[in-house]
């Protein structure tokens, strides 16, 4: 089996000598760089499965980073890590295209268990759930991991798609944050929700006609977000 690639973006040597390590010791390739223009030179030829970035870093910052990646439509998972407490920098990051963020100090095991939980939601997924969805105009073919709008193709990235995914194999039902979470990202313990309210913006800024009055993505007060019930579906065959 062909090892997973992950490109590593740090300015400090013992973060990057820790997490190389570790990654290493379960099994995948790994690629350190320590700034953010590095990561343009490396990605033709490394062509990284996943990308671990700090939000601090020398000539080009970690959002800066993310957000060239995405407007190059490059949508490789991306993990922020910050040494920073502010919520906006999280927020930015996450608006600029992060899937999920780590606040420095964390623990070398936790990075691995977040990665290892992106890798399985990002894999070929059974052929039961390779049926084509619809939402109204809405058209998500899960074997191909393709969406569109009213035929046109919409850019999303692996969360967005998953989360997108989701909803709509759970359709008609309120959903918890911390389901989502938990069903989405993987976690197994308490994570931070406005992961959650981040990504769901990012889909009803390309799925709804008016985000702010949505549609299909309905919030439900107090609780979580609900798909509407007029989903229909199709069999690929």
Not at 30 to 53: K, M
Not at 162 to 169: A, G, I, N, S, V
Request: proline content about 5%; hydrophobic content about 40%.
């Amino acid at each position: 089996m062909t090892k997973k690639k992950i490109l590593v973006v740090d300015d400090e040597p013992s973060i990057s000598m820790l997490i190389d390590f570790n990654l290493k010791l379960v099994g995948y390739e790994v690629l350190c760089v320590f700034d953010g223009e590095a990561v343009f030179e490396v990605i033709p030829q490394f062509r990284p499965d996943l990308i671990v970035l700090d939000l601090m870093l020398p000539k080009a910052n970690g959002i800066e980073v993310c957000k060239r990646l995405r407007e190059q439509n490059n949508l490789v998972p991306i993990i922020m890590l910050t040494a920073l407490q502010d919520l906006s920098d999280k927020i930015a990051g996450l608006d600029n295209g992060a899937d999920d963020y780590m606040t420095k100090p964390f623990s070398p095991q936790e990075l691995i268990s977040r990665i290892q939980a992106i890798f399985r939601r990002t894999s070929a997924l059974p052929a039961a759930e390779m049926e084509t969805l619809h939402i109204g105009p809405i058209r998500i073919q899960p074997d191909q991991r393709e969406v569109t709008l009213h035929d046109t193709p919409i850019e999303l990235t692996p969360k967005e798609f998953e989360l997108l995914l989701f909803l709509c194999k759970h359709r008609g039902k309120v959903l918890s944050r911390q389901q989502l979470l938990h069903g989405v990202w993987d976690y197994h313990f308490i994570g931070d929700t406005r992961i959650v309210d981040v990504h769901i913006s990012h889909l009803r800024d390309k799925i709804e006609k008016n985000a702010r009055n949505p549609e299909y993505i309905v919030t439900i007060r107090n609780v979580g977000y609900k798909l509407t019930e007029s989903v229909a579906k199709e069999s690929l065959a």
